[in-house]
């Protein structure tokens, strides 16, 4: 079982519309976790950390499940610049590092006209 | 602030050579961690370095390679070369042992013919 799962995608989807993410991980002793977006042939960049409080950023909504180690992502009103991979990550503290990032394999988004 | 800064951006180099990656890190960020990213898949954790020493490792062989400088500055470094190291390779630094997120550099492209 790979350690962070994603859904495969693609997701294609009007402007305006409501897209949401999941994501599971298997290592309960994670403990960060973050979704990042990667653009075409970029690096990765920080979208926002995710909290067991659930937490809001404009039109993004982060929520973490630790008992289910379930991660979500909910994008409204998605714009066309919002096309790109969604990357769920967690940071596992294990063998003495600072924090190594998992990335899960990403799930690309396409919005359309 | 200047952020994470990778060079060279393209490579292409030849089965069996050897090549180095150099990152500078942001400014006041003493962890510094490479990542390779295959085609369609998610970033793979290589190793991590935290005040000069390697700090954290993943499962990768050992002609991968590093180092880190006193001021953070680190290098990839990888012996033979083979096809499947052709990958985009990722630096990404961070303070407060990654808690906050990393910042990714643009990453080094490097192709193995």
């Known amino acids: 079982r790979k350690e962070v799962e994603q859904d495969p995608g693609p997701f294609n989807v009007p402007e305006g519309a409501t897209v949401a993410f999941n994501c599971t991980y298997s290592n309960s002793a994670s403990q960060s976790f973050f979704w990042y977006r990667q653009d075409c042939r970029k690096e990765p960049k920080l979208l926002m950390s995710?909290?067991?409080s659930g937490n809001e950023d404009g039109r993004f909504t982060a929520q973490l499940n630790r008992a289910s180690q379930y991660i979500s992502l909910l994008i409204r009103d998605s714009k066309l610049s919002d096309s790109a991979t969604y990357l769920c990550v967690v940071t596992s503290f294990d063998g003495g590092s600072q924090g190594n990032l998992i990335f899960g394999k990403g799930t690309k988004l396409s919005v359309k006209p | 602030e200047t952020g994470v800064t990778q060079s060279p951006t393209h490579l292409i180099k030849t089965r069996g050579q050897q090549v180095t990656l150099r990152c500078s890190s942001q400014s006041g960020h003493n962890t510094v961690s490479w990542y390779q990213q295959a085609l369609g898949q998610g970033p793979q954790f290589i190793f991590q370095?935290?005040?000069?020493?390697?700090?954290g490792r993943g499962n990768f062989p050992p002609r991968f390679s590093g180092l880190q400088f006193p001021n953070y500055s680190s290098e990839l470094n990888v012996n033979a070369l083979e096809l499947d190291d052709s990958a985009l390779y990722l630096c990404?630094?961070?303070?407060?042992?990654?808690?906050?997120?990393?910042?990714f550099g643009s990453g080094t492209r490097l192709t193995v013919v």
């Open positions: 990404a630094s961070s303070d407060k042992g990654g808690s906050y997120g990393y910042t």
């Open positions: 370095y935290y005040r000069e020493e390697e700090n």
């Open positions: 995710v909290y067991s």
